[in-house]
């Protein structure tokens, strides 16, 4: 089973949309996919817990980040698990430590704004030191802005970045209030960019 950790210690910045959005393009593609939600604040599984029952199926676990070490040695049986992580990281150093080692790639979102780029950056350099396949995913990007050529050019001083990027989209909020991914939005113009980093994802954990 290889596991896809988001994780970053900036709030806000997409990893729960991105953890529900890759989780639909694995099952599409009839992957056999779990999440496992490690937020108190549960948005994974409202989110889930709003899918229909006749969308392609995606197993789900809660818990908690004092008990991920647990989570991490008795979640198996998947192809692929898929683990929305909490922005307060740094309260929980023994429960992260366990995840990161645990990971196959941890995925960090990002916004492109200084102040998101600074404390990622730094999150970035302290996962590069468990010699984990790491990379960070701009979100919410404002697709031709020269602010994004100018963060990618920052964000690449520490670490690999995803090369698609995944536009500020409007919708984004209701589509997830439908327990969708924008993939199961047809014609969405934001399927490419899923597409893309789910792309991205498979070729580094080599699935
Ligand atoms: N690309 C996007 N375009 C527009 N809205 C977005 C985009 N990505 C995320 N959002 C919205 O921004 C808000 C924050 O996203 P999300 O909940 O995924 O972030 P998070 O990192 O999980 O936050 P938290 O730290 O609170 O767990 C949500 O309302 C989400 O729908
Ligand atoms: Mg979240």
Redesign the pocket.
């Known amino acids: 089973m290889k596991r896809l950790l988001i994780s970053?210690p900036k709030?806000?910045?997409?990893?729960?949309?991105i953890s529900r959005n890759l989780a639909v393009a694995a099952t599409l593609e009839n992957i056999k996919v779990a999440t496992l939600d490690l937020?108190p604040?549960a948005?994974l599984t409202r989110w889930w817990n709003r899918r229909a029952e006749e969308r392609p199926p995606i197993v789900h676990y809660q818990g908690t980040m004092s008990d991920a070490q647990d989570a991490m040695a008795e979640i198996t049986g998947h192809e692929l698990l898929i683990i929305d992580t909490?922005?307060a990281v740094e309260e929980y150093p023994q429960g992260m430590k366990a995840l990161i080692l645990g990971a196959d790639l941890v995925l960090v979102?990002t916004k492109p704004t200084m102040d998101d780029t600074d404390s990622t950056m730094e999150w970035m350099t302290m996962l590069r030191s468990y010699d984990r396949p790491a990379a960070f995913v701009l979100?919410?990007a404002k697709l031709r802005a020269r602010s994004l050529s100018e963060t990618k050019r920052r964000l690449n001083a520490v670490g690999r970045i995803c090369p698609i990027e995944?536009?500020?989209?409007e919708d984004?909020?209701r589509i997830?209030a439908e327990g969708l991914g924008i993939l199961e939005v047809s014609r969405h113009p934001g399927g490419d960019e899923i597409s893309g980093v789910w792309q991205f994802v498979k070729n580094e954990m080599g699935a």
């Open positions: 970053s709030g806000g910045c997409g990893k729960t949309m937020d604040q948005s909490p922005t979102p979100n919410m995944i536009a500020e989209r984004m909020h997830g």
